[in-house]
């Protein structure tokens, strides 16, 4: 079966491929493809999460692409020593239009995305990104919700139990 597992530049998106490895068997994933997608015309640059910030180029000097390359290649490299074959993809698009291109272009048995990985508010939840590829995507998709953060009182609660 092939994956597809889709990266934003966020840790919600490096989390979502650790989820991934933590149920799935690589014995029966025979290829893994990481993909990220930037939009063309973007007025807001790739999110960058992943990558150390010493490794991260000055804002002047940054590129979209590099981003993406650098994002891809820290998810990818979840995966390696894992067992199935990974390939790496940047595209330029509609996120989810992207996704579901790839998804479509390999055959893919499954995709996983992230949701609300780049510091969308916890009332959305899903995304549009995600709730489109869901919706449209020619076989299962994984959605990886954030995990809902603990509210002081919640924690003191706990803490005293």
Known sequence: MHVIVATDGSKQSLAAA???KSFADPARITDV???AVIRPLAAVAFAD????AQARPAWDTLSFRAAAERAVATVA???????PKV????RSGSPANEIIKVAQQYDAGLVVVASGGRGISESVLVGSTAQRVQHYAPCPVLVVRPRPRKSPKTARKTART
Not at 49 to 52: G, K, R
Not at 77 to 83: L, M, N, P, Q, R
Not at 87 to 90: E, G, P, S
């Open 33 to 35: 493809t990481v993909v």
């Open 49 to 52: 999460e992943l990558s150390d």
């Open 77 to 83: 490299a979840e995966f390696d020593g894992w067992g």
């Open 18 to 20: 650790r989820h991934l």
């Open 87 to 90: 390939h790496k993809r940047v």
